[in-house]
């Protein structure tokens, strides 16, 4: 595993948001209490973007039935038998792709396949690459066209 720590403000409210989705996915812990927790971390989140990821860890769980119905229809086995590191990642990826449209799609991609990279199984990034890449195409299917 290589710690390709992302260095933006932003790249690190993902990286917590893919640690926090971990835990709320295995234990269910509610998100509020995961912000708390980041928040009283003694390193808290850092020189992370404290508001951008309150707004994907809220927005990812608001969502999740939608994004899981998303990414479904692209994934080689059922939701069930995802890897709580590959789902994580996956819903938050979905969630920039279909929500917020001001972040270029190939940063979206290439941040989720970081993040696996860090947090994964050794080949899970191509898994996650390959599912975001055709959500990507459908959600996205006019910036893709335009060539940004």
Do not use: C
């Not at 933006?8 to 926090?20: E, I, N, P």
């Not at 971390?41 to 404290?50: I, T």
């Not at 969630?95 to 799609?105: A, G, N, Q, T």
């Amino acid at each position: 595993m290589t710690d390709n720590a992302p260095t933006s403000r932003r790249g690190l409210a993902r990286r917590l948001t893919v640690q926090a989705l971990y835990q709320w996915l295995v234990n269910e812990t509610p998100p509020d209490s995961l912000l708390k927790q980041f928040v009283e971390q003694p390193e808290g989140l850092g020189r992370a973007d404290p508001s951008y990821f309150s707004e994907l860890l809220h927005g990812v769980v608001g969502v999740e039935r939608e994004l899981n119905a998303a990414i479904g229809p692209h994934l080689d086995r059922p939701l069930e038998q995802l890897d709580p590191v590959e789902h994580a990642v996956l819903l938050l990826g979905a969630y920039e792709l279909m929500f917020r449209p001001e972040v270029p799609w190939k940063v979206v991609v290439n941040e989720s396949v970081s993040l696996t990279k860090v947090f994964g199984a050794e080949e899970g990034y191509k898994f996650v690459n390959g599912v975001l890449d055709k959500l990507a195409r459908k959600a996205r299917a006019t910036e893709i066209a335009a060539g940004i």
